[in-house]
């Protein structure tokens, strides 16, 4: 089975801190996607990779950056945290597998509660 | 672009009773079509999917939903609904190129009522 683990369920920070989020998959996908998740928006894409170092934003990127140093963990920066970005935060992974067989499949982590004061 | 609209943000049932959860999105492209499920306090599991192939497709615990193209739908339905079938249902499209980024409707919150 895939795992998906991300570093805290729960996480206070005060506005201004730099935060880190971090998620570990188990599978060797290649793909990994930071979204959050907010009441009455549904999920929204903040990055993604499709490899280590590589990196592309997503629909809502402004504040974040990411990190992708190995294969199996990807990172999600807040610079400066803000209470706007008070949310819950869901880390999945991806994986084409066997050349042209996708597996179609994204798995998700538990996710972050993060609340910023 | 690709976007997904889920009718209803919050939809209640009885036990027993036909649940039917709304789904219509727009694509450009042939989409790659999702449900998931999140139960209090976990992530997302994978309920069902259409990539290609039979419109009708089932998925687990009891549930089916249909592609249909020329409505843009993609409904997720059971017979019967179950308590532990509570939770909050999200539908998603992806095109079918690279990484999959999958653009999500806002979900809607099922309660089951006893």
């Known amino acids: 089975d895939v795992k998906v683990t991300q570093s805290s369920r729960y996480l206070v920070k005060r506005t201004g801190e730099k935060v880190f989020l971090e998620c570990v998959q188990d599978?060797?996908?290649?793909?990994m996607f930071w979204y959050r998740q907010d009441p009455g928006l549904g999920l929204r894409l903040i990055y993604f990779?499709?490899?280590?170092?590589?990196?592309e934003k997503g629909d809502i990127p402004e504040g974040y950056s990411v990190s992708r140093e190995k294969k199996e963990r990807f990172s999600l920066i807040l610079e400066s945290a803000s209470t706007n970005q008070t949310s819950m935060y869901l880390c999945a992974s991806y994986a084409i597998a066997g050349g042209a067989i996708r597996t179609d499949t994204q798995y998700f982590g538990p996710g972050t509660r993060l609340t910023v004061l | 672009a690709q976007s997904v609209t889920q009718l209803g943000s919050h939809v209640s049932v009885s036990e027993g009773a036909l649940v039917l959860l709304r789904c219509n999105y727009s694509s450009s492209v042939p989409p790659y079509l999702f449900w998931y499920v999140q139960y209090p306090n976990q992530g997302l599991q994978l309920l069902l999917k259409y990539t290609t192939g039979a419109t009708l497709v089932k998925g687990i615990n009891g549930f089916e939903a249909e592609f249909k193209k020329s409505e843009t739908s993609f409904h997720l339905t059971k017979p019967s609904a179950h308590m532990s079938d509570a939770a909050e249902y999200f539908c998603a499209v992806s095109d079918r190129r690279g990484a999959q980024k999958l653009v999500f409707g806002q979900g809607t919150r099922l309660t089951i009522n006893p």
């Open positions: 990779s499709y490899d280590v170092k590589m990196k």
């Open positions: 599978m060797d996908h290649e793909n």
